[in-house]
C-alpha cells in the first residue's frame, strides 16, 4: 500500500468525520436531549461524537483498503460494531445497572436480554462475519479445519478489541489516545488503509473529546477498537495476532477486578499521557461565547 493511499484514507476519515459532526450537531435526529450525557464531572456531553467517528472511520476504510475482501471485512466490523453500540447509547436500561462483559452475558444466561447483551452478540456476529471475510493474513492455516480455528482467533481479536477501547473510554481523551497509539505503528502493514483511518477520524474527534463537550459513547468505542482489531487481522502474522488476542483477553479479564483509572492515576507514565490536553480535574467549563463572538454585557461585564 502506498504512502499516498495512506494519507488519502486518513484525510477521508478525518474530513467524514468533522463533516458528519457538524451534520448531526446541526439537525441532531430526535433533538439534541436524546444525545445528551452526563460526565465524570456532572457536566453534560454530546454522544453525537461516537456516529460520526465511526463515519469517518468507515470513509477512511473504504478509500484506503486494498481488495474487495479486506474492504469488506473492514465494512462489517466498523458498521456492526458502531450500530449494536449506538443501541446501546440510546436504549440502555439504566434501571436494571447491569455492567461489564460478565453481567450482560450472566443476564443473557438467566434469559434476560439487555442492550448490553444484544451488543455483546451483534458485535460478536460482525466480528464473526468480518474474519471470514478477511483475506488470508501472513501465517493464516490453509487445512478447513486449522482456518476455521483462525477465523475464529481473528473474530474473537476484533470483537474484544471492540470491548476494550469501550472498557477504555471513562475519560476525556483515552481511548482516542490508546487507539492511536496502537494505530500509528500498523500503518506501514497491509492494514495500514484502516489504520490510517482511525488516526485520522481519532484527530478531528480528540478536540471536543478533551474539551468534554464530546464522548465517544459504545458507538465511537466500539467502532473504534473493531477497526483496530481488524487491522490487525488484514496485516499481522498470526503469532502477532494470537499475542495481542491474549493481551485483549488478559485486560478485559482483569478490568472485571481492577480499575483502569486507579492504575493509571498511580502510575506516573500512564497518568501524564492520560492527562495531556485535558482540562484539570478542578477547572470548570468554560463559558460559551455569546451569539456574534462579541463580550458579554450587563453588570457582570467588566
Known amino acids: 500500500m502506498s504512502v499516498v493511499r495512506r494519507l488519502v484514507a486518513a484525510s477521508a476519515a478525518a ?6 459532526r457538524g451534520a448531526l450537531d446541526w439537525q441532531p435526529p430526535g433533538g439534541a436531549a436524546t444525545w445528551t450525557r452526563t460526565n465524570h464531572r456532572g457536566e453534560p456531553v454530546s454522544l453525537l461524537e461516537g456516529p460520526s467517528l465511526a463515519a469517518g472511520v468507515l470513509a477512511g476504510a473504504l ?11 473492514a465494512t462489517v466490523a466498523v458498521v456492526g460494531s458502531g450500530a449494536f453500540g449506538l443501541v446501546d447509547d440510546l436504549r440502555e436500561d439504566t434501571s436494571t445497572r447491569t455492567k461489564g462483559l460478565r453481567g450482560h452475558l450472566g443476564a443473557l444466561a438467566h434469559g434476560r436480554l439487555t442492550t448490553g447483551g444484544l451488543k455483546v452478540l451483534g458485535i460478536g456476529a460482525s466480528a464473526l462475519a468480518a474474519a471470514a471475510l478477511a483475506p488470508p493474513a501472513g501465517g493464516a492455516a490453509s487445512r478447513p479445519v486449522a482456518r476455521a480455528v483462525d477465523t475464529l482467533a481473528s473474530a474473537a481479536l476484533v470483537a474484544g478489541t471492540a470491548n476494550l477501547v469501550n472498557l477504555l473510554d471513562l475519560r476525556p481523551g483515552r481511548a482516542l489516545k490508546a487507539s492511536a497509539l496502537v494505530a500509528a505503528p500498523l500503518v506501514t502493514g497491509p492494514g495500514g488503509g484502516v489504520a490510517s483511518a482511525v488516526l485520522g477520524a481519532a484527530s ?3 478536540e471536543a473529546d478533551l474539551a468534554e463537550t464530546d464522548m465517544l459513547g459504545d458507538s465511537g468505542a466500539n467502532a473504534l477498537g473493531a477497526a483496530l482489531g481488524t487491522a490487525l487481522v488484514l496485516g499481522a502474522p498470526r503469532r502477532v495476532r494470537l499475542g495481542a488476542l491474549a493481551v485483549v483477553v488478559g485486560l478485559t479479564l482483569a478490568s472485571e477486578r481492577v480499575s483502569f483509572t486507579r492504575v493509571i492515576e498511580r502510575t506516573p507514565v500512564l497518568r501524564e499521557l492520560d492527562a495531556w490536553g485535558r482540562r484539570p480535574a478542578h477547572v470548570p ?8 463572538g462579541g463580550r458579554a454585557t450587563g453588570p457582570d461585564a467588566a
Open 15 to 20: 474530513g467524514a468525520t468533522s463533516l458528519v
Open 204 to 206: 478531528t474527534a480528540i
Open 63 to 73: 478509500v484506503g483498503t486494498g481488495g474487495a475482501r479486506a474492504t469488506a471485512a
Open 285 to 292: 467549563r468554560p463559558a460559551p461565547v455569546p451569539a456574534g
